[in-house]
Structure formats: structure tokens, C-alpha cells
């Protein structure tokens, strides 16, 4: 291959690779907008970090620029330190209108010294009820981690700190709505949940301890950006592999050890809930 041959097939790799980042930790003034809170939501640290409040009066929230049809969305996030009882950090792609898709993190908090759970739902067509919670194995408030949501035409995943927690297939053949034609933008917030969040509410936001602040940083996207009906993504070109790619096996063993050492809700095995069948995604058999 000539040298300007070779310069030339650079240039064509560089540019379709820029096309799939919607942004990549360089400056969030450009890729992220406060959207609420009346200034308990910033941008600092020359574009760096966001920092997002929640007092008695509001929380507060920001968004995406983009949307996005398929996404690789990595975030660090420290959630609210201490007493954390009745705040939620919500952390989530979803679509616009009544009928919408959603891939969901939320993260409830707690006393002090007592863990978060991380809460997971799967929105298809406005219907969620997937309902999967964990516990995590650091304490988040501690520093910055990264969560991820991976979401493909193949399946969404869920990550925390790269491993998967939660795989959500493509179960179309068998009947089961996939979020694929909807573009979501990526959302955050952190807002007063006490009716529901801690203890299903038994416990309510200690408002002494206000305000609480959650951080963000480093976001990462691989991803197809929506514009005016088409998508920056070409199907033909080996860097969009990650649009059909599957849980390794390293993958699918993280997956099981998480699910078996650290899930404490599980909607698939809520046989009180589903009294008459559970959901088809939770019995159908797919291959690994």
C-alpha cells in the first residue's frame, strides 16, 4: 500500500469513528445541557464535571444533546454520601412520547452505612414492570464508578464497573417488544423518592442533612447519533462490530456471579407477582 493510499484509509477511519462518538469526557458544555433545577445542576471544572443537588425545594437534572438509535454509554458517577434515605440518582436512556422505551438506573439511597440498591426496569412501548435490584460490592459514595448501558440490536446490558449486570435479549422471534425504533437520549437526575424508595418508603429524607450532591464525569459513547431521521452509523463498516456483538463467555460468568452474589430482586422469579405465568422473556431458552 502506498503512503497516500495508506494516509487516505486513516483519514476514512478517523471520520467514521468521530461519527459514532456523541462525546468522550473532552468538554460537557458541548454535549450535555442542565435541563432543571434552577442552578442545583452545574457544569464545572472547565466542562469536567457535573454536579447535580437536591434541597427541599428541587433536584435537579441534565440531558443529552443527541439521541441516539443504539449506544455504548460509559459514566462515572459518586453518588450522594450518608444519609442518603429517600434520594434517588437516576442515571437512564429513554425515548420521548407516551408510547416510549427506556433503559433505566436508578440508585436508591440509605442510611448511613447501609447499602444502595441499584435498581434496573426495562420500558418497552410504555410497558416497564422488568424490575432487577442489587446490591453493590464497594460503597459508591466513596469515589467515582463507571455505569454502563450497552444497548445493541442484539440486547441492552448493564454494567457496573465493566462487569454486566443485567442482559435484557432481543426476544422479538418469541414475541417480546425490544426497544429498536425509538431514539433515547441520555438522562440524569437527582430528585426526593421518600415515598417509595427506602424501605418502599418506610424510611423518609432526613431534609437536615440537605443538600445532597451527586458528581459526574468522564462519559464515554460509542454510539449511532440521531438527526433528522438517519443515523450516523453505517451497518457496513467493521466499526459498528459492537452492534452485534454477544456476552463472551468471560462475560457470561461475571454476569451469573454478580446475579448470584449480589441480586435481591428479580421480577422473573416473582411468581407472587405473576401469579398466572411469568413474562415470556423470563422462560424463554435463547444460546449463550
Given at each position: 500500500?502506498?503512503?497516500?493510499?495508506?494516509?487516505?484509509?486513516?483519514?476514512?477511519?478517523?471520520?467514521?469513528?468521530?461519527?459514532?462518538?456523541?462525546?468522550a469526557g473532552t468538554n460537557l458544555y458541548q454535549d450535555i445541557d442542565i435541563t432543571w433545577g434552577d442552578g442545583r445542576g452545574k457544569i464545572v471544572n472547565n466542562?469536567?464535571?457535573?454536579?447535580?443537588?437536591?434541597d427541599r425545594e428541587s433536584g435537579s437534572g441534565f440531558q443529552s444533546k443527541n439521541q441516539f438509535l443504539y449506544a455504548k454509554i460509559d459514566t462515572q458517577i459518586k453518588l450522594v454520601p450518608g444519609?442518603?434515605?429517600?434520594?434517588?440518582?437516576?442515571?437512564?436512556?429513554?425515548?420521548?412520547?407516551?408510547s416510549w422505551d427506556e433503559l433505566d438506573f436508578e440508585f436508591l439511597g440509605n442510611l448511613s452505612d447501609e447499602p444502595y440498591i441499584v435498581h434496573t426496569n426495562v420500558y418497552t412501548q410504555g410497558k416497564g414492570e422488568r424490575e432487577q435490584q442489587f446490591?453493590?460490592?464497594f460503597d459508591p459514595t466513596k469515589d467515582f464508578h463507571t455505569y454502563s448501558i450497552h444497548w445493541s440490536p442484539v440486547?441492552?446490558?448493564?454494567?457496573?464497573?465493566?462487569?454486566?449486570?443485567?442482559?435484557f435479549k432481543n426476544l422479538e422471534g418469541a414475541g417480546v417488544p425490544y426497544p429498536k425504533n425509538q431514539p433515547m437520549r441520555l438522562y440524569s437526575s437527582l430528585w426526593n423518592a421518600d415515598d417509595w424508595a427506602t424501605r418502599g418508603g418506610l424510611v423518609k429524607t432526613d431534609w437536615s442533612q440537605a443538600p445532597f450532591d451527586a458528581s459526574f464525569r468522564n462519559f464515554r459513547a460509542n454510539s449511532c447519533?440521531?438527526?433528522?431521521?438517519?443515523s450516523s452509523c453505517n451497518s457496513n463498516t467493521s466499526d459498528n462490530a459492537w452492534l452485534s456483538q454477544q456476552l463472551d463467555s468471560r462475560s457470561q460468568k461475571r454476569l451469573k456471579w454478580v446475579q448470584k452474589n449480589y441480586m435481591i430482586y428479580n421480577y422473573c422469579t416473582d411468581?407472587?407477582?405473576?401469579?398466572?405465568?411469568?413474562?415470556?422473556?423470563?422462560?424463554?431458552?435463547t444460546k449463550s
Open positions: 500500500m502506498g503512503v497516500f493510499s495508506y494516509i487516505a484509509l486513516v483519514i476514512v477511519f478517523l471520520v467514521s469513528t468521530l461519527s459514532m462518538v456523541a462525546f466542562g469536567q464535571l457535573i454536579t447535580l443537588s437536591l444519609n442518603s434515605a429517600g434520594t434517588v440518582t437516576a442515571y437512564y436512556l429513554r425515548s420521548e412520547g407516551l446490591y453493590l460490592w440486547h441492552a446490558v448493564f454494567y457496573v464497573d465493566g462487569k454486566p449486570i443485567r442482559e447519533v440521531w438527526s433528522n431521521g438517519v411468581t407472587k407477582r405473576f401469579p398466572q405465568a411469568l413474562p415470556v422473556e423470563c422462560t424463554v431458552r
